[in-house]
């Protein structure tokens, strides 16, 4: 059963930078779109930015310029360096293929507070 384990959350003053990782289990993840989601309370879980297998890359309109999502297909890794953090970017942050979705981790909690 292929697994999804995301780390690196924490608290980070508005400005900050966290750097979040995403270990996948099993042989598809060479070859599939990798995406980060994000979940705030009381709200849906959202496309943060995406991966091509190549390293292309998209992000949502509102992480533009502040994060960049990178992959390490040797070590089954996708990356979400963030900076000029903001208190709205305080979500849980999931990792997933952006098609055929496996069930979701734990996510790992990012707070963006003062």
């Known amino acids: 059963q292929v697994h999804l384990v995301e780390s690196g959350g924490g608290v980070a003053q508005p400005g900050g930078s966290l750097r979040l990782s995403c270990a996948a289990s099993?042989?598809?993840?060479?070859?599939?779109?990798m995406g980060w989601y994000r979940q705030a309370p009381g709200r849906q879980r959202e496309l943060v930015a995406s991966?091509?297998?190549?390293?292309?890359?998209k992000y949502a309109d509102f992480v533009t310029g502040r994060f960049t999502i990178s992959r390490d297909n040797a070590k089954n890794t996708v990356f979400l360096q963030m900076r000029s953090l903001l208190p709205e970017d305080t979500a849980v942050y999931y990792c997933?293929?952006?098609?055929?979705?496996?069930?979701w981790g734990q996510g790992t909690q990012v707070t963006v507070s003062s």
């Open positions: 997933n293929y952006l098609r055929n979705k496996i069930p």
């Open positions: 099993g042989s598809r993840f060479i070859f599939d779109p």
């Open positions: 991966v091509t297998p190549v390293g292309n890359e």
